[in-house]
């Protein structure tokens, strides 16, 4: 699944012993592999090919440059949220024309960005956001591409946060009003209205709720059509699993298999925006244990990684296997392994909030100040939502390709801290 692998006691990523980077750029430090990065983006290209689908990474899982760059190199488009990351995809040198843009609070500034990179589709969330669509793409002279953004509701059974395909949240429009939305805007001078947009939710662990999101949008499409609307293309988002050593999950393969047989032959566009399944297990973060201590009624595990540079498990109640980067054992990467003479502990930072921790409850062999610590799969959503609370610099990024590595971000310092507040 992914290329960290303990040889001779030590974790690698590719030819590397983790080691060696922490030993030079200290820790906390992510480190990514990039040919695993190529190759679950292989993967997917691969298992989807009959459809010869756009695959638009989706910046907000991963968004360091250096992977915006090696994802270009490899044909992708980027899937982005915000201005931000439209701007990031434009520093990578990504082909901007293969862009997609969601989100339901496009301001006008985003949205004139935007219409400047004549970008693939904005998939529109509202007939508000339409109607400033249209009215900021006649005022530039364009005609923007839009994707309608339909909310199946359908449950893709997975944490209430990362649900986004069901009529109680704030996503898309309401698929029983996407007809009406065609008649009121289908025809717009200055947005060319002719695809659907799908996403619901992250990560989701079967086909099933796809199948059922697509059987939907294809009967919305053929009304559509029937009414006049050239419907000609369908982006189904991203949320493909990932695997985290908890539950078994999906393939790309296994997807495929349930979701080319619905789009093959249906005159569509596909368009397919995953983050998750490619960069989850292309990262870990190294951390080092700061101290043992003995609380009341539980061990704990001090490490220099916090909850400031992983939120995942604090935010939701996320599992990562955390192991030692020099074992004896080469350990299952999974919830259910324990090893001989393994010690229950809650690894935690140094933030003050109990909701610090990289895990809970978790079965470690003996560990001492000074060991470093791998947390896996932790390339997705990982870095991307670190944050300075408690004045914490960000983390460095490194990238590892076969026996050679580079830094592609730098260890915050304390100047970057309050730069942004000087001179004022
Ligand atoms: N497309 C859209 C419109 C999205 O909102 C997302 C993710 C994706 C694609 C990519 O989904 P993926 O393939 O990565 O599952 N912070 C959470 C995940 C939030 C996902 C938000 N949207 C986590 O750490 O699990």
């Known amino acids: 699944m992914d290329r960290f692998e303990y040889r001779n006691g030590e974790l690698h990523c590719e030819d590397v012993p983790v080691r060696a980077i922490a030993d030079a750029v200290g820790t906390p430090v992510y480190i990514y592999s990039a040919n695993t990065l190529r190759d679950h983006y292989r993967r997917l290209v ?39 990351e439209l701007f990031r995809v434009k520093s990578a040198g990504g082909d901007v024309r293969k862009v997609v843009y969601a989100g339901v609070g496009k301001t006008d500034a985003e949205i004139n960005a935007g219409l400047a990179a ?14 400033n669509l249209s009215r900021l793409a006649g005022a530039a002279g364009k005609v923007a591409h839009g994707a309608l953004r339909v909310n199946p509701d359908v449950d893709p059974k997975t944490h209430r946060y990362t649900t986004t395909g069901k009529k109680e949240t704030k996503f898309g429009v309401d698929i029983e009003r996407a007809e009406r939305f065609f008649f009121a805007y289908g025809k717009d001078p200055n947005v060319r209205l002719d695809a659907i947009h799908l ?22 499409i053929d009304r559509l059509r029937k009414g006049g609307y050239a419907v000609n293309c369908i982006d189904i988002g991203g949320g493909f699993a990932a695997d985290y ?83 004896a054992i080469v350990p299952q990467r999974s919830a259910e392994f324990v090893a001989d003479g393994a010690m229950k502990m809650d690894i935690v930072g140094g933030v003050c909030e109990s909701s610090d921790f990289l895990a809970k409850e978790r079965m470690l062999p003996p560990v001492q100040r000074g060991d470093l610590l791998a947390v896996f799969s932790a390339g997705a959503y990982g870095f991307v939502m670190s944050s300075q609370y408690n004045a914490r610099p960000r983390v460095a990024e490194v990238l590892v390709e076969g026996s050679k590595w580079r830094p592609i971000r730098r260890r915050e310092t304390y100047d970057d801290l309050i730069a942004a507040e000087q001179g004022l």
């Not at 996403?199 to 294809?218: D, F, R």
């Not at 619905?262 to 292309?282: F, H, Q, V």
């Open 118 to 131: 004549e970008i693939a589709y904005f998939n529109v969330e509202s007939e508000a956001e339409f109607e």
């Open 199 to 220: 996403h619901i939710g992250s990560p989701i662990y079967s086909a099933q709720p796809y199948v059922e999101a697509i059987n939907k949008t294809l009967a919305l």
């Open 46 to 84: 691969g298992a989807f090919a009959e459809l010869s689908p756009l695959i638009c990474f989706s910046v907000k899982s991963l968004a360091n440059l250096h992977v915006l760059k090696l994802l270009a190199a490899e044909g992708s488009g980027f899937d982005v949220v915000s201005g931000g």
């Open 245 to 327: 050593g908890q539950t078994g999950s999906p393939t790309a393969a296994d997807y495929a298999a349930e979701i080319v047989p619905l789009l093959r032959g249906k005159g569509l566009r596909i368009i397919l925006e995953p983050g998750r399944t490619i960069g989850c297990n292309a990262g870990i973060l190294l951390t080092k244990v700061l101290y043992l201590k003995e609380g009341g009624e539980r061990k704990f595990c001090i490490t220099d990684g916090a909850m400031t540079d992983l939120i995942r498990p604090a935010l939701y109640d996320a599992f990562h296997f955390i192991w030692p980067a020099k074992s």
